[in-house]
């Protein structure tokens, strides 16, 4: 399981010159081949003490190559011992529509099984093409308490000062422990208005 803000902070996208009409890559090609490791002379040998390396004078080589048509910017990447991953949206969570729930919008963590609810969501207060250390607004968690029922923390407004930490953030606003994840996206709806609400005084 990866952490919800590995799944979507911290990625970006392959970009283009800035001059690009059409900044979408036309061609993506994979390429598996043998690499040749680089030595200082030619009769020397590749013999590092590192026992995860395989020692050998090549290695399996791994490109991945992309296009775009319009501007003619060619990316490649490569690098050894690179694995690669073939899964859908419904098993990572991440790459499926954020739904709106409560006046937000939550991004799926990754679900225990296909189909099932995953225990973590991001959250956006507008609908946006992705979630970005810019647009995201909150979190929401799952845990169990002491008898053992499903509850949901929400926490919102991302701050590296923030008094509150869920996950590997630290956040200005935290719940206590939720009903459903309708109540966590609710609270985290209005948990700006509701925490600067001046505190009345009675005298
Ligand atoms: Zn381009
Ligand atoms: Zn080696």
Do not use: K
């Amino acid at each position: 399981m990866q952490l919800i803000e590995s799944l979507y902070l911290g990625w970006s996208p392959l970009d283009h010159p800035a001059d690009c009409p059409n900044p979408a890559w036309d061609v993506v090609e994979i390429r598996h081949d043998e690499g040749a490791r680089i030595v200082q002379t030619g009769a020397e040998r590749h013999a590092c003490a590192n026992d995860t390396c395989s020692h050998a004078d090549s290695f399996g080589r791994v490109q991945l190559r992309l296009l775009c048509r319009d501007c003619g910017s060619v990316r490649t990447i490569t690098g050894e011992g690179l694995t690669q991953v073939c899964t859908d949206t419904s098993l990572t969570g991440w790459g499926q529509a954020p739904r709106q729930v409560g006046g937000v919008w939550l991004w799926p963590g990754q679900p225990a099984a296909p189909g099932r609810e995953p225990h973590d969501y991001l959250v956006t207060r507008e609908q946006a093409d992705a979630v970005t250390t810019e647009s995201l607004y909150g979190i929401i968690t799952r845990y169990r308490d002491a008898e053992g029922t499903p509850r949901w923390i929400a926490a919102a407004l991302p701050d590296p000062t923030g008094e509150h930490q869920v996950h590997t953030l630290r956040w200005r606003h935290r719940s206590a422990g939720l009903a459903d994840l309708d109540a966590a996206a609710a609270w985290i709806a209005v948990a700006e208005t509701r925490t600067q609400r001046p505190l009345v005084v009675a005298v």
